[in-house]
Nanobody, 119 residues
């Protein structure tokens, strides 16, 4: 079973930066798609950034956030710069891929990490 462990969240002042990490374990052969989502209090979960060949960003984060990955570590990152109070939310990673048998596919979610942007 693929498990995702997120880290890197915290409290940051407006204009600051954070880098979220999402480390995957559990017999992964290949990550085919990755994404970061966020959910603010009282709001629906929304897509922040996704990549499966081509990369897409929510309009609200374009030019400020960057999604990337390290295939050797099976880790996905979200670099967040110029953070704003409206970026405050719980951030979740989502990965889709293929297991070591090269047949079975998986889709997994991280547990979420809190990002708070406040002075």
């Amino acid at each position: 079973q693929v498990q995702l462990v997120e880290s890197g969240g915290g409290l940051v002042q407006p204009g600051g930066a954070l880098r979220l990490s999402c480390a995957a374990s559990g017999g992964i052969f290949r990550i085919k798609a990755m994404g970061w989502y966020r959910q603010a209090p009282g709001k629906q979960r929304e897509l922040v950034a996704a990549s499966s060949g081509r990369t897409n960003y929510a309009d609200s984060v374009k030019g400020r956030f960057t999604i990337s990955r390290d295939n050797r570590k099976n880790t996905v990152y979200l670099q967040m710069n110029s953070l704003k109070p409206e970026d405050t939310a719980v951030y979740y990673c989502n990965l889709e891929g293929v297991l070591l048998d090269k047949i079975k596919r998986f889709t997994s979610w991280g547990q979420g990490t809190q990002v708070t942007v406040s002075s």
